[in-house]
């Protein structure tokens, strides 16, 4: 059976409670990455095949790769915006590993994220970075699968030929078919979901918009999607009480909290099966608005950077652009001008690149070689998977040994830390005075010797003043002889 390794926070089929999502950062900081890995196991997942999560963080080491040198015969990256600055360290901890590895390695998705204006020149710090992971994997690959046209156009300015665009893996979840959008006639009384990322508040009224739908319609339910959000969720806050607010809603003291109209997926199959639940989604978050299109449910997306444009050019999905949106704008203007006919009748086609780049990359497919995702959806109907987190009022307990255990963890790692710190200090100041001292005792020896220099002039001086008086004392009477005689020759 042929052993596939893939870059994923946790494998689809385990369940973890909300805290553990938390604690171990299970989505690499956003949800949306647990929806495009799950799509790939789910694509990737085969008879002959078995599909083994790595983990999101990378093990760089020898004795890591070594493992999985033995263990697997492919590893497989699904990736998303992994070419921009922020990412460089972990792109260059990829590249470490990938160069130790001798199996093949093929990346899935992967884009470059910069402006909507496509310009590239804010990724010349990082183009070594990305010229050494893109290197690594072509020399164990027979190409790249990456994102859309940009960042096609960008591996190719650096020199890669060997670049397939095949979008995200996400949206060929249900494989060579997509399902149907249903039509909706929003209303006071439709089910609204909402997507916001806080990184796009430069470029558009995010607060305004998430206020003016919250107001229309009241079954509005914010979704959002990182590790932070959930923490808030999980933690709760203070400012109900100390009256802290911000429009856009990261505090309990946001109307969208205090109503308990936040959620945060835990898992995307749970996900995309809540969202068929409304009339109508959309927002900043691409995967946000993916998960629900694979509901069926319509969804416009509101582009801010390439990340989310590019893919919605490449699989024609509805989008707006955020700074052309204003804050009042009503979600049933964007829905009645959202077309879904190209994104449906182009779907078959491209999902036929994603088969074909696999075939390149000598990978099988669920449907081509498989049971059409069967056994994974058998298998994930087994499971009793997790809703979407809410916001914790205080009445579900379910998780207080954990946050009693964890306040505590953190009050002694705060204690360590702070006696660490004062020893470091306490080091620094014993090191300071030392200095002084040091210093206090090189100033009386430069004075002394300063003293000493002093001394030695001044004696320098009396003993030329005695020469000088010697001299006169010898020289003055033939002086004054030679005086007269030239007076006696002169008269």
Same mark, same amino acid.
């Given at each position: 059976?042929?052993?596939?390794?893939?870059?994923? =926070?946790?494998?689809?089929?385990?369940?973890?409670?909300?805290?553990?999502?938390?604690?171990?950062?299970?989505?690499?900081?956003?949800? *949306?990455?647990?929806?495009?890995?799950?799509?790939?196991?789910?694509?990737?997942?085969?008879?002959?095949?078995?599909?083994?999560?790595?983990?999101?963080?990378?093990?760089?080491?020898?004795?890591?790769?070594?493992?999985?040198?033995?263990? @697997?015969?492919?590893?497989?990256?699904?990736?998303?915006? #992994?070419?921009?600055?922020?990412?460089?360290?972990?792109?260059?901890?990829?590249?470490?590993?990938?160069?130790?590895?001798?199996?093949?390695?093929?990346?899935?998705?992967?884009?470059?994220?910069?402006?909507?204006? @496509?310009?590239?020149?804010? %990724?010349?710090?990082?183009?070594?970075?990305?010229?050494?992971?893109?290197? #690594?994997?072509?020399?164990?690959?027979?190409?790249?699968?990456?994102?859309?046209? %940009?960042?096609?156009?960008?591996?190719?300015?650096?020199?890669?030929? +060997?670049?397939?665009?095949?979008?995200?893996?996400?949206?060929?979840?249900? =494989?060579?078919?997509?399902?149907?959008?249903?039509?909706?006639? %929003?209303?006071?009384?439709?089910?609204?979901?909402?997507?916001?990322?806080?990184?796009?508040?430069?470029?558009?009224?995010?607060?305004?918009?998430?206020?003016?739908?919250?107001?229309?319609?009241?079954?509005?339910?914010? &979704?959002?999607?990182?590790?932070? +959000?959930?923490?808030?969720?999980?933690?709760?806050?203070?400012?109900?009480?100390?009256?802290?607010?911000?429009?856009?809603?990261? @505090?309990?003291?946001?109307p969208l909290l205090r109503e308990n109209k936040v959620r945060v997926p835990l898992d995307?199959?749970?996900?995309?099966?809540?969202?068929?639940? &409304?009339?109508?989604?959309?927002?900043?978050?691409?995967?946000?608005?993916?998960?629900?299109?694979?509901?069926?449910?319509?969804?416009?997306?509101?582009?801010h950077d390439s990340r989310t444009l590019e893919l919605c050019r490449y699989f024609d999905?509805?989008?707006?652009?955020?700074?052309?949106?204003? =804050?009042?704008?009503?979600?049933?203007?964007? @829905?009645?001008?959202?077309?879904?006919?190209?994104?449906?009748? *182009?779907?078959?086609?491209?999902?036929?690149?994603?088969?074909?780049?696999?075939?390149?990359?000598?990978?099988?497919?669920?449907?081509?070689?498989? +049971?059409?995702?069967?056994?994974?959806?058998?298998?994930?109907?087994?499971?009793?998977?997790?809703?979407?987190?809410?916001?914790?009022?205080?009445?579900?307990?379910?998780?207080?040994?954990?946050?009693?255990?964890?306040?505590?963890?953190?009050?002694?790692?705060?204690?360590?830390?702070a006696a660490t710190a004062n020893k470091k200090l306490r080091v620094h100041l014993a090191?300071?005075?030392?200095?002084?001292? +040091? #210093?206090?005792?090189?100033?009386?020896?430069?004075?002394?010797?300063?003293?000493?220099?002093?001394?030695?002039?001044?004696?320098?001086?009396?003993?030329?003043?005695?020469?000088?008086?010697?001299?006169?004392?010898?020289?003055?009477?033939?002086?004054?002889?030679?005086?007269?005689?030239?007076?006696?020759?002169? *008269?």
């Amino acid at each position: 059976m042929k052993q596939i390794l893939i870059r994923s =926070g946790k494998s689809p089929f385990r369940i973890a409670s909300p805290a553990e999502f938390v604690h171990q950062d299970l989505i690499g900081t956003n949800t *949306g990455n647990l929806l495009f890995s799950d799509a790939a196991h789910r694509l990737l997942m085969t008879p002959d095949t078995e599909v083994t999560s790595n983990g999101i963080r990378t093990n760089c080491s020898a004795e890591r790769a070594a493992e999985i040198n033995e263990r @697997y015969h492919v590893f497989v990256v699904p990736l998303a915006n #992994a070419f921009r600055p922020r990412f460089q360290a972990s792109l260059d901890r990829l590249s470490r590993l990938i160069e130790k590895l001798t199996i093949p390695v093929v990346v899935f998705g992967v884009g470059a994220q910069v402006g909507e204006d @496509y310009s590239t020149e804010c %990724l010349q710090p990082m183009e070594e970075s990305v010229k050494r992971f893109a290197s #690594a994997v072509l020399s164990r690959s027979a190409s790249i699968g990456v994102r859309g046209e %940009l960042t096609a156009s960008y591996l190719n300015s650096l020199g890669f030929d +060997d670049v397939d665009i095949i979008g995200c893996p996400s949206m060929f979840w249900h =494989g060579d078919r997509f399902p149907d959008i249903r039509a909706a006639e %929003l209303s006071v009384d439709s089910r609204i979901a909402i997507n916001l990322s806080p990184d796009a508040i430069p470029v558009g009224d995010l607060a305004g918009i998430a206020r003016h739908t919250w107001e229309r319609y009241p079954h509005l339910t914010y &979704y959002a999607q990182n590790t932070i +959000d959930a923490e808030l969720l999980l933690w709760g806050d203070t400012t109900p009480e100390s009256g802290k607010a911000d429009p856009f809603p990261i @505090y309990h003291s946001h109307p969208l909290l205090r109503e308990n109209k936040v959620r945060v997926p835990l898992d995307p199959t749970s996900w995309v099966r809540e969202l068929a639940d &409304y009339d109508f989604a959309f927002g900043t978050r691409i995967h946000g608005n993916v998960a629900a299109l694979l509901a069926g449910t319509p969804s416009v997306v509101l582009t801010h950077d390439s990340r989310t444009l590019e893919l919605c050019r490449y699989f024609d999905i509805p989008y707006r652009r955020l700074a052309e949106v204003p =804050g009042d704008t009503d979600p049933r203007e964007l @829905y009645e001008h959202a077309d879904f006919s190209a994104m449906l009748n *182009g779907h078959g086609e491209r999902f036929e690149r994603v088969v074909a780049f696999l075939d390149r990359n000598n990978l099988q497919n669920t449907y081509t070689h498989g +049971d059409k995702g069967a056994a994974f959806d058998a298998k994930m109907a087994s499971l009793e998977l997790p809703a979407s987190m809410p916001a914790w009022d205080g009445s579900n307990d379910a998780n207080m040994r954990y946050r009693i255990s964890r306040l505590r963890e953190l009050i002694i790692a705060s204690d360590i830390k702070a006696a660490t710190a004062n020893k470091k200090l306490r080091v620094h100041l014993a090191a300071a005075k030392m200095r002084q001292v +040091d #210093a206090t005792n090189r100033l009386a020896a430069v004075r002394e010797e300063l003293d000493t220099a002093r001394a030695q002039i001044a004696a320098m001086e009396r003993r030329i003043t005695r020469v000088e008086k010697q001299i006169l004392v010898r020289i003055g009477p033939a002086l004054r002889r030679r005086i007269r005689r030239l007076r006696g020759r002169i *008269g």
